[in-house]
């Protein structure tokens, strides 16, 4: 119990971070998220999120799976690219290693950003995905790596797609810049 009072006490007061990132995007949704990355929760993921941000890899990557009232998966470098084949978006992944889990006591709440991965935990890499919505099976399964604290309106308007795996049909929203943002305290 005293945990989970820890976690929630953590998540409503925000872990202390350095960073962020502040994300463009455009396509049925226009507008911009901001998101606080949590580097004392997840500092590895973090790390990783953040260089992929500064070297521009992000910038023109999909949404590629969007599953109403659960989440919106974007970040596959590879093969996420606006024209790209979507038929593979989701399968790939930067060119720097896998991350391994840094899993912790905070749930998945609506807008907490999680790094998403493959069956094996310790897959991490460059896709990231918002929640819609609390799915708290998800906790201690995923790394949370961060929270949305504006912009839920344009996360809410992000296109949907279809089908059990939530695959985006036609032109999928996109991040059309991605920016780190530096916390003024760590400056």
């Not at 580097?39 to 941000?53: F, G």
């Not at 109403?68 to 996420?80: L, R, S």
């Not at 084949?85 to 840094?102: C, F, K, V």
Request: negative net charge; charged residues 20%.
């Amino acid at each position: 119990m005293r945990k989970l009072a820890t976690a929630l006490a953590l998540l409503v007061a925000g872990p202390a971070f350095a960073s962020g990132l502040t994300i463009e995007v455009e396509g049925e949704a226009n507008g911009t998220i901001t998101v606080d990355l949590f580097e004392d929760v997840a500092p590895k993921h973090v790390e990783q999120i953040t260089a992929l941000a500064a070297e521009g890899q992000y910038d023109g990557v999909v949404f590629h799976r969007v599953i109403d009232g659960f989440m919106a998966q974007t970040g596959d470098v590879q093969f996420g690219k606006e024209g790209g084949d979507m038929r593979r978006a989701g399968t790939g992944a930067s060119d720097r290693p896998d991350l391994p889990a840094e899993f912790s006591q905070l749930p998945f709440e609506r807008g907490v950003v999680g790094m998403a991965r493959s069956q094996n935990p310790n897959s991490g890499n460059s896709q990231f995905f918002i929640m819609f919505d609390a799915g708290y099976f998800l906790n201690g399964q995923y790394t949370v790596v961060g929270e949305v604290t504006e912009g839920m309106d344009v996360v809410d308007a992000i296109k949907r797609g279809r089908g059990p795996n939530g695959a985006v049909i036609g032109a999928p929203d996109r991040m059309s810049k991605v920016t780190v943002i530096e916390d003024a305290a760590t400056e």
